[in-house]
């Protein structure tokens, strides 16, 4: 089983730049769809961005769009998303998950979430 730790994450001010890591241990990590995924305070997890197993086809929230990347290195096991232009409402609790999909209902993570890194964009 992939146990992922996430890191990166920390206090930043409107319009600047983050980028978050999310490292893998164990399992297979080139297998599956990878993605991000932010929990404001409040509210439900959702979906920011994902990547396909060799690093092909990229998705993003509409939220995000144009502002984030997601890029993964198989060979090191490393997931990362830079996230650009920082708005107030990009602030949450980031997690990545090795196995996400895309259904009718919205996009599900599937496999091991990591622990969280905290991203918190001051205005």
């Known amino acids: 089983q992939v146990h992922l730790v996430e890191s990166g994450g920390g206090l930043v001010q409107v319009g600047e730049s983050l980028s978050l890591s999310c490292s893998a241990s164990?399992?297979?990590?080139?297998?599956?769809?990878m993605g991000w995924f932010r929990q404001a305070p409040g509210k439900e997890r959702e979906f920011v961005a994902a990547?396909?197993?060799?690093?092909?086809?990229?998705y993003y929230s509409d939220s995000v769009k144009g502002r984030f990347t997601v890029s993964r290195d198989n060979a090191k096991k490393v997931m990362t998303l830079q996230m650009d232009s920082l708005k107030a409402e990009d602030t949450g609790v980031y997690y990545c998950?090795?196995?996400?999909?895309?259904?009718?209902?919205?996009?599900?993570?599937?496999?091991?979430w990591g622990q969280g890194t905290q991203v918190t964009v001051s205005s």
């Open positions: 998950n090795e196995d996400v999909n895309k259904f009718t209902s919205g996009w599900i993570g599937s496999g091991s």
């Open positions: 164990g399992g297979i990590f080139s297998t599956y769809m």
């Open positions: 990547i396909s197993w060799d690093g092909g086809r990229t």
